[in-house]
C-alpha cells in the first residue's frame, strides 16, 4: 500500500494566489522530502525535512510535518505560472541504521495548475 | 552544474526484447537508486546501490538486474520485456557520506521512457 498520500490530487489557482497541498503516510519516517515534476520529466528536488523538526522553508517554499498526526504539508506563496507541475512527497521510513540508499516510497501526488 | 545523466532517453522495445538502461551520477555521489514510473502513476523504487554494493530492494521483477560499476555510474538490464513494463525510468544519486548537508537529498534524472510494444 502507499506509504504516502497526498490531498488534494488537483488544485487550478490563479497566479499571485498561495497553493497547500497536504502528504500523510503510515510508518515512522527518517525524513520527508518534497520533489516537482513537469509533466512527463525528471523530478526535482524541493526541500527536505528531517522528523525531528517541525517547519522549514526555502524561498517561497513552507513546509511543515507533524509526526504526530503522520501528515505534512507544502504551501507555495505568491505562485506563478512556471510552479505548473505535479508535487510529489517522498518518505524515507528505513529503519535501516547509518545505512545509505534507502529509497523513498512517493505519495499520490498534487497536480497544480496555476492560470496567469 | 552537473546532474544525473541517463541514457537512452527514448527507447523502443518489443515484447520479449531485452533493453539496458545507464545512469552516470552527479560526480563525486557515490549512491545510485533506480525507480519506475508508469503513466498517471507515482514513481516506484526498484533498486539502489551504495559504493557498489546492493543497498536496498524494492519491487524488482527477477527479470531485471541491476549493478553499480567502479566508475559509479549504474545499469538496469531488463529481460523478457512485457507490455506492462512500458514506464518512465528513472534514475537517481546522492551523497551518503562526508557528512554534507545534502546527505539523503535524492536527485534524478530526466528519465528513460520504455515503450514495449
Known amino acids: 500500500s502507499q506509504q504516502g498520500e497526498e490531498d488534494p490530487q488537483a488544485l487550478s489557482i490563479q497566479e499571485g494566489e498561495n497553493a497547500t497541498m497536504n502528504c500523510s503516510y503510515k510508518t515512522s519516517i527518517n525524513n520527508l522530502q518534497w520533489y516537482r515534476q513537469n509533466s512527463g520529466r525528471g523530478l526535482v528536488h524541493l526541500i527536505l525535512?528531517?522528523?525531528?523538526?517541525r517547519e522549514k522553508h526555502s524561498g517561497r517554499l513552507r513546509v511543515t510535518l507533524d509526526t504526530s498526526k503522520k501528515s505534512s504539508s507544502l504551501l507555495i506563496t505568491a505562485s506563478r505560472a512556471a510552479d505548473t507541475a505535479s508535487y510529489f512527497c517522498a518518505t524515507d521510513a528505513s529503519n535501516r541504521i547509518k545505512a545509505a540508499g534507502n529509497k523513498l516510497t512517493f505519495g499520490g501526488g498534487t497536480r497544480v495548475l496555476v492560470k496567469p | 552544474a552537473a546532474g544525473v545523466i541517463q541514457s537512452p532517453r527514448h527507447l523502443i522495445k518489443e515484447k520479449r526484447e531485452t533493453a539496458t538502461l545507464k545512469c552516470y551520477p552527479i560526480?563525486?555521489?557515490?549512491?545510485v537508486y533506480w525507480y519506475q514510473q508508469g503513466p498517471g502513476q507515482d514513481p516506484q523504487f526498484l533498486i539502489s546501490f551504495y559504493e557498489k554494493m546492493q543497498s536496498d530492494k524494492g519491487s524488482i521483477p527477477d527479470r531485471f538486474s541491476a549493478q553499480q560499476f567502479s566508475d559509479y555510474h549504474s545499469e538496469l538490464n531488463m529481460s523478457s520485456l512485457e507490455l506492462g513494463d512500458s514506464a518512465l525510468y528513472f534514475c537517481a544519486s546522492s551523497r551518503e557520506t562526508g557528512g554534507s548537508l545534502a546527505k539523503n537529498i535524492q536527485y534524478f534524472g530526466a528519465g528513460t521512457r520504455l515503450s514495449v510494444l
Open positions: 560526480p563525486r555521489h557515490d549512491t
Open positions: 525535512i528531517r522528523s525531528n523538526e
